[in-house]
């Protein structure tokens, strides 16, 4: 698009089907650099990739030309079944359905890629569910609770 300039970026959370802890430590980052093929893929920029066992946050800047909904698509739907061939689970694998997105100003991306790096410490302080709804709230998001992520209390 000639004379389109845009810098939107953007905050992206999904989880495991069924929240369960299926992501593991041993190859997480091999599943991360996947993602981030995905996403270069469809000519986006991967900021920072991070997140615990159910659930990961991906930070991306994206161009006008994609739909977040078709790009999230594509992530989830490659890399299911990426981990699938691979077969890094008993059983398959799937991401739950929906996803969050949420936009940052460039003066805000230290302290996203941060809070995305450290997710691992953030969890032992704070619920997956707790750390969703908080963001939902933040961002002034209406939400109807029985189309939210299954949660595991």
Same mark, same amino acid.
């Given at each position: 698009?000639?004379?389109?300039?845009?810098?939107?970026?953007?905050?992206?959370?999904?989880?495991?089907?069924? !929240?369960?802890? &299926?992501?593991?430590?041993?190859?997480?980052? +091999?599943?991360?650099?996947?993602?981030?093929?995905?996403?270069?893929?469809? +000519?986006? $920029?991967?900021?920072?990739?991070?997140?615990? *066992?159910?659930?990961?946050?991906?930070?991306?800047?994206? $161009?006008?030309?994609? *739909?977040? @909904?078709?790009?999230?698509?594509?992530?989830?739907?490659? @890399?299911?079944?990426?981990?699938?061939? $691979? !077969?890094?689970? %008993?059983?398959?694998?799937?991401?739950?359905?929906?996803?969050?997105?949420? @936009?940052? *100003?460039?003066?805000? &991306?230290?302290?996203?890629?941060?809070?995305?790096?450290?997710?691992?410490?953030?969890?032992?302080?704070?619920? %997956?569910?707790?750390?969703?709804?908080?963001? &939902?709230?933040? %961002?002034?998001?209406?939400?109807?609770? $029985? %189309?939210?992520?299954?949660?595991?209390?």
């Amino acid at each position: 698009m000639a004379n389109t300039y845009t810098q939107l970026y953007i905050h992206i959370v999904f989880s495991v089907k069924g !929240r369960q802890n &299926l992501i593991q430590k041993k190859w997480e980052d +091999e599943l991360y650099k996947y993602i981030c093929g995905i996403v270069n893929g469809k +000519e986006q $920029k991967v900021y920072a990739i991070g997140g615990v *066992a159910d659930h990961i946050h991906i930070l991306i800047s994206i $161009k006008p030309t994609i *739909a977040i @909904s078709d790009l999230v698509r594509d992530i989830k739907a490659n @890399s299911s079944k990426w981990i699938n061939e $691979k !077969r890094l689970v %008993f059983g398959k694998f799937q991401w739950q359905e929906g996803f969050g997105a949420f @936009s940052y *100003a460039q003066t805000q &991306l230290d302290i996203i890629i941060a809070y995305i790096n450290n997710q691992e410490k953030h969890h032992q302080q704070k619920t %997956f569910k707790d750390e969703y709804l908080d963001m &939902l709230q933040k %961002f002034n998001v209406e939400y109807d609770e $029985k %189309f939210l992520f299954e949660w595991i209390e």
